[in-house]
């Protein structure tokens, strides 16, 4: 299960990874109030088994905010709440697994959204389900991140992968680490956050704002002349065709995401860093600055065991396969 705001994704998964099925998605009804939802993602749930006649063991369900899988309660949500007029209230404290248990007899595990699509790529994309480490960003509309551990990267009784939720189970949020102080804000609250310089407004911003004041690209003609309907897509478009406004623009915005990436591997060394999100597919124009400037600001005896930077595998159904890696998690 992939729970969002706007809508609700949901796919039966094998423990290879392999879909089974046609995957569903359903409005989430996601400011009509918790009930509301709950019911949304009950119907998913239940049409995707249908979908893929099939016997399922557990329900993952990934969803955005500060998740208590322990207590089965949704500490946070941003995107997820009740609107009154003009007025939206997020969620705060709401037993969401009680709530669904109404809907849905079948046992359940929830994590925040951005952590199990790192874990998801552990198990099914470029970690192998065997990697020592995996830390993975998530660039779109903000920045998410997770981290997790094999047994051989941490000291303990460790039986298998690990990952990284922190003392409240909000903790690994990566994109709000700051790389220049008194940076640009995000609505966060927070300044100079990799957030802050990497996510999609911010992208397109740097794109706009040459535009105005007068520089040529093809963006231009890609855009239609509306500046406002300006994508990441266009700016990796106007890029393959040798557009150097916008291959200036995946430049400054790799080093950042470079430097966030260098914060990573010096906190937690990581075998593999992957890079989800949509934004992601920007490949080679985002991925060679951001190396380049990781690599100068990482310890060197740690960016000698990176093995791989790279997009994440696991793009399209990243929260579908999420969840699933956590439900299997608690399977096995």
Not at 1 to 9: A, C, I, Q, S
Not at 76 to 93: E, I
Not at 222 to 234: A, V
Not at 308 to 321: F, K
Request: with cysteine; net charge negative.
């Amino acid at each position: 299960m992939d729970l969002g705001g706007t809508n609700v994704r949901a796919a039966v998964v094998a423990p290879d990874g392999e879909i089974v099925g046609k995957p569903i998605e359903n409005p989430s009804r996601g400011e009509e109030g918790a009930e509301a939802t709950a019911q949304a993602v009950a119907l998913t749930v239940h049409e995707a088994i249908a979908a893929a006649k099939a016997d399922v063991r557990r329900v993952g369900i990934a969803i955005p905010g500060t998740v208590d899988d322990a207590k089965g309660v949704v500490r946070w949500s941003p995107n997820l709440g009740t609107r009154v007029g003009d007025v939206f209230h997020y969620w705060k404290d709401v037993p969401f697994r009680e709530l669904l248990r109404a809907h849905l007899d079948l046992p359940m595990a929830m994590g925040n959204d951005a952590n199990l699509a790192a874990l998801g790529e552990y198990r099914f994309g470029l970690g192998r389900n065997s990697a020592d480490c995996l830390v993975m960003f998530t660039v779109g509309t903000g920045i998410g991140f997770g981290v997790v551990f094999g047994p051989a990267s941490l000291q303990g009784d460790v039986r298998g992968p690990a990952l990284l939720l922190g003392g409240n189970k909000g903790g690994a949020e990566g994109g709000h680490m700051v790389i220049l102080r008194d940076g640009l804000d995000t609505t966060a609250g927070l300044y100079g956050t990799v957030e802050a310089y990497c996510q999609r407004d911010s992208i397109v911003k740097r794109a706009v704002y040459r535009l105005v004041r007068g520089r040529t690209s093809l963006l231009t003609e890609l855009c239609g002349g509306d500046l406002s309907k300006i994508s990441p897509k266009m700016l990796y478009d106007a890029a393959e065709r040798g557009d150097e406004l916008a291959i200036q623009v995946w430049r400054e915005v790799g080093s950042f995401l470079g430097l966030g990436i260098a914060n990573a591997i010096n906190l937690f060394a990581p075998s593999v860093v992957a890079i989800g999100g949509q934004i992601a597919k920007a490949g080679k124009w985002l991925l060679e600055p951001a190396i380049a400037v990781a690599r100068d600001a990482t310890i060197e005896s740690l960016w000698a065991d990176v093995q791989t930077i790279a997009p994440a595998q696991c793009l399209e159904q990243a929260g579908v396969l999420g969840g699933a890696a956590l439900a299997l998690l608690q399977s096995d």
